[in-house]
Every structure is written in structure tokens, then in C-alpha cells.
């Protein structure tokens, strides 16, 4: 549903909502990418805002190569970091990271 979604907003078919990018998954990756983004899956596919949005594995490269996303999120271990143009605005429990990065998207 997210690929299709990006898809047509790529071939400019579709000129609002979220644009997702991501890392490849390397040996650095310690956040788990995949779940993050299933349970995020329906604020990132109703969300109307035309930002771009940053789901990264490491917390090593993650805000430097997605430094021009409005927003990003990445952890590891017990923690997660959510930054806005490459710059770290929270450092969150993995636990509470969803919801905080939910209300980071609605404050936009």
C-alpha cells in the first residue's frame, strides 16, 4: 500500500501526502525499520501534508543522509532519536518512539 502510494506520488500523479524514504539494510541497522513503518503505515497513508519523512536504521548515518527530511526517526537499543533536517529534536524510549513520532507529524 506505502510502495503504491509513493509510486504515484513519484510520477507526480499524486502531489500530496508523505513522502517515505529510507535506508538500505546494512550491518549497521539496529532499528527495526519494517515494524516501525507497518504500525505507522496509517498516519504516513492518510496523512494529507506534503513533508517528507525519514525512516532510517542507524542512529550512525540515519539523520546525516536524511538531513532533508522534515522529519526522521531511527534508534538503537532501548532508545530511539527523532530529528527534523538532520538534527536531533528527541531522544525517546523504543517503546513510546510511535507515539511520539505521530505527534512530531501532527505538529507540522
Known amino acids: 500500500m506505502i510502495a503504491g502510494k509513493q509510486i504515484l506520488k513519484s510520477m507526480g500523479y499524486n502531489k500530496c501526502g508523505i513522502e517515505i524514504i529510507s535506508c538500505p539494510m546494512c550491518s549497521r541497522s539496529v532499528f527495526d525499520v519494517k515494524t516501525f513503518l507497518n504500525k505507522s503505515q496509517d498516519i504516513l497513508l492518510t496523512t494529507k501534508k ?52 505521530k505527534r512530531e507529524i501532527e505538529k507540522i
Do not use: W
Open 50 to 101: 506534503n513533508i517528507t519523512v525519514a525512516i532510517m536504521g542507524c542512529p550512525v548515518n540515519g539523520p546525516g543522509e536524511a538531513k532533508k527530511a522534515d522529519l526522521g526517526i531511527t534508534g538503537a537499543g532501548k532508545y530511539a532519536v527523532i530529528f527534523k533536517k538532520g538534527v536531533i529534536i528527541k531522544k525517546i524510549l523504543i517503546e513510546n518512539s510511535f507515539l511520539a513520532f
